[in-house]
């Protein structure tokens, strides 16, 4: 079981920055691939970045060059770095972990993990 508490979310002006944190419980962070999701009222959710297991990151294309995300696996915890924000950024932010273990002869086993999530709006 793992534990997802976010943190950083606010009011910002466009243009502005912010930072999110999401701690995780548990002694394999490691082993997780964590993200951060977004959902705007009357959206569905949309994943806006990753960060792989080697490191790897892949964003969406809306967030390209303007989000960063990291990790800091001695720490449990993984940030999102949001620059250049825009009021279309406004959402809730959510950070998931995930994780497959595969079995010979047996189906993948799958653990996926959401935090409560944390409001950013963006806004003059």
């Known amino acids: 079981q793992v534990q997802l508490v976010e943190s950083g979310g606010g009011l910002v002006q466009p243009g502005g920055s912010l930072g999110l944190s999401c701690a995780a419980s548990?002694?394999?962070?490691?082993?997780?691939?964590m993200a951060w999701y977004r959902q705007a009222p009357g959206k569905q959710r949309e994943l806006v970045a990753a960060?792989?297991?080697?490191?790897?990151?892949n964003f969406a294309d809306s967030v390209k060059g303007r989000f960063t995300i990291s990790r800091d696996n001695a720490k449990n915890t993984v940030y999102l770095q949001m620059d250049s924000l825009k009021p279309e950024d406004t959402a809730v932010y959510y950070c998931?972990?995930?994780?497959?273990?595969?079995?010979?002869?047996?189906?993948?086993?799958?653990?996926?993990?959401w935090g409560q999530g944390t409001q950013v709006t963006v806004s003059s």
């Open positions: 998931n972990a995930q994780r497959t273990e595969y079995y010979t002869g047996s189906p993948p086993v799958s653990y996926d993990y």
């Open positions: 548990g002694s394999i962070f490691g082993l997780y691939v």
């Open positions: 960060i792989h297991v080697g490191g790897s990151t």
